[in-house]
């Protein structure tokens, strides 16, 4: 089962908006993830955010982690035509990830 | 390193046939995981390996479905007996160790008609 609900499931902006995508979980974790899939191929790794971290960067990416709301936050700042991807979190209880649903991102020129 | 390679990339199959799946990790990886995706859907976990131990499987992984990693090397995923509802994108991913970040395969699409 998955525990991740994503929100929104799909997101539309111009090229060079920010695009922010919501997460929620459901139980205790070691660390939350973000993943992007390109259609039809595998997942890449954005970032790691770990349960005593609130904020963490990387280039044009923004997590937010709330661990009293069960909630993580992407922010893609200044959003370019590659981005355009599904969008996941997956959380880090046991070693194992749980995913969810996604958010398809389409960013249009 | 080029990364976690799959083969084959797509699979085509009768239903009631055989399947066989082989992943190799990242070679400095230690830990090798199985999922299954289908479409619209995130990734589910199924297995996942420490070395050449099979350290915890999904309920989704019936009997029909066994993974191994001999020598704790490459992994193969084989599901006997394939059904419709077989068809997914399955997934192997590698990490360097508990609590990091996983880093996936390309994939192998099967179809079971």
């Known amino acids: 089962s998955q525990q991740g609900e994503e929100d929104p499931q799909a997101l539309s902006i111009q090229e060079g908006e920010n695009a922010t995508m919501n997460c929620s979980y459901k139980t205790s974790i070691n660390n939350l993830q973000w993943y992007r899939q390109n259609s039809g191929r595998g997942l890449v790794h954005l970032i790691l955010?770990?349960?005593?971290?609130r904020e963490k960067h990387s280039g044009r990416l923004r997590v937010t982690l709330d661990t009293s709301k069960k909630s993580s936050s992407l922010l893609i700042t200044a959003s370019r035509a590659a981005d355009t991807a599904s969008y996941f979190c997956?959380?880090?209880?046991?070693?194992?990830?749980?995913f969810g649903q996604g958010t398809r991102l389409t960013i249009n020129p | 390193d080029t990364g976690v390679s799959q083969d084959p990339r797509h699979k085509i199959t009768k239903r009631g046939q055989n399947v066989t799946f082989r992943c190799d990790p990242i070679?400095?990886?230690?830990?090798l995981y199985w999922y299954r995706q289908t479409l619209g859907q995130g990734p589910e976990f199924l297995t996942y390996f420490q070395n050449e131990a099979q350290l915890e499987k999904s309920r989704l992984l019936s009997d029909r479905f066994s993974a191994e990693r001999p020598k704790g090397s490459f992994s193969t995923l084989e599901i006997q007996r394939t059904e419709q509802g077989d068809s997914a994108m399955y997934l192997c991913?590698?990490?360097?160790?508990?609590?990091?970040?996983?880093?996936f395969g390309p994939g192998t699409r099967l179809t079971v008609t």
């Open positions: 070679s400095e990886h230690n830990r």
């Open positions: 997956a959380t880090d209880a046991l070693g194992q990830l749980v």
């Open positions: 955010i770990r349960s005593n971290e």
């Open positions: 991913a590698s990490s360097f160790r508990l609590d990091r970040e996983q880093y």
